[in-house]
């Protein structure tokens, strides 16, 4: 069972930045494709970015290309969500999740894909 816990949200002004962080209790984290979703109120969880298991490969949704940026330390078996110039459709609590893909090159963006989840963390933009 593999644990995870995102942190670093909090409330920030429109064209502001957070870093979230999301710390895994595997030793084997490198074994896993890390993905960060986001659920606004009133919406379905939806696909924020991901990135491979060596991190050499990071995938968007349109409304953030550009503006977040995701990264992974292996050593520390934590992935990172740097989201910069803040908008206030980005309020959702934020999820990170962990996908056992054999694929060294795959991302999935589909919620289903993904086997563990953490318990997320607000992300609130004032305008």
């Known amino acids: 069972q593999v644990q995870l816990r995102e942190s670093g949200g909090g409330l920030v002004q429109a064209g502001g930045s957070l870093r979230l962080s999301c710390a895994s209790s595997t030793r084997t984290f490198s074994n896993y494709v890390m993905g960060w979703f986001r659920q606004a109120p009133g919406k379905e969880r939806e696909f924020v970015g991901g990135i491979t298991r060596s991190g050499t490969r990071t995938i968007y949704t349109e409304s953030v290309k550009g503006r977040f940026t995701i990264s992974r330390d292996n050593a520390k078996n934590t992935a990172y969500l740097q989201m910069n110039s803040l908008k206030p459709e980005d309020t959702a609590v934020y999820f990170c999740?962990?996908?056992?893909?054999?694929?060294?090159?795959?991302?999935?963006?589909?919620?289903?894909?993904?086997?563990?989840w953490g318990q997320g963390t607000q992300v609130t933009v004032s305008s």
């Open positions: 999740a962990a996908d056992r893909t054999p694929s060294p090159i795959a991302v999935s963006s589909t919620a289903r894909e993904y086997d563990y």
